[in-house]
T-cell receptor, first 113, second 106 residues
Framework: DAGITQSPRHKVTETGTPVTLRCHQT?????MYWYRQDPGHGLRLIHY???????DKGEVSDGYSVSRSKTEDFLLTLESATSSQTSVYFC????????????FGSGTQLSVL | KNEVEQSPQNLTAQEGEFITINCSYS?????LHWLQQHPGGGIVSLFM???GKKKHGRLIATINIQEKHSSLHITASHPRDSAVYIC????????FGTGTSLTVIP
């Protein structure tokens, strides 16, 4: 199994508070991704990173920011949490190339009340 | 618009049945992935394929690049196969289907 850890696993917070989710990998993979998973939708890309300090937006990036100061860590911040951001968040990693496999963390269940 | 469509959305089978899950996509891809997600669990990769067919135990995945279609087959299904199966394709980014929820009844 790929070494990828998400924290926390569960989080309950109040509307308007900032929240940071952490993704840590031990695989030294270049690409890291944050997705959210909601009923009726496929996994949707929030932000991704293609290297240290190199990040870009995905299709549902509004209200989220990311940072990657080290290869192994990718942080997702909800600047001011809203109830629409209640979701399951998955971090994923990949190494570009012919055999580009995607490895996922265990997910973070976030509830914004 | 959904770049990846899966069918069926939900599937219930008796133990031992042969199961097929279908995936169609609309973008150019370099590879297609089949993923498995157990209830409350993480997501694991079952297959990555860019042509032809792959087999792993009771699972078989096929892809037809010209028709932009893939199938995941499970032979001799077992209750432990109960999970959500997700089709994903790699174009300029990864695109995901909404998943097929499979329940195998003993």
């Amino acid at each position: 199994d790929a070494g990828i850890t998400q924290s926390p696993r569960h989080k309950v917070t109040e509307t308007g508070t900032p929240v940071t989710l952490r993704c840590h990998q031990t695989e030294n993979h270049r690409y890291m991704y944050w997705y959210r998973q909601d009923p009726g939708h496929g996994l949707r890309l929030i932000h991704y990173s293609y290297g240290v300090k190199d990040t870009d937006k995905g299709e549902v990036s509004d209200g989220y920011s990311v940072s990657r100061s080290k290869t192994e860590d990718f942080l997702l911040t909800l600047e001011s949490a809203t109830s629409s951001q209640t979701s399951v968040y998955f971090c994923a990693i990949s190494e570009a190339g012919l055999n580009e496999k995607l490895f996922f963390g265990s997910g973070t269940q976030l509830s914004v009340l | 618009k959904n770049e990846v469509e899966q069918s069926p959305q939900n599937l219930t089978a008796q133990e031992g049945e042969f199961i097929t899950i279908n995936c169609s996509y609309s973008v150019g891809i370099s590879a297609l992935h089949w993923l498995q997600q157990h209830p409350g669990g993480g997501i694991v990769s079952l297959f990555m394929l860019s042509s032809g067919k792959k087999k792993h135990g009771r699972l078989i995945a096929t892809i037809n690049i010209q028709e932009k279609h893939s199938s995941l087959h499970i032979t001799a299904s077992h209750p432990r196969d109960s999970a959500v199966y997700i089709c994903a394709v790699k174009g300029n980014q990864f695109y995901f289907g909404t998943g097929t929820s499979l329940t195998v009844i003993p």
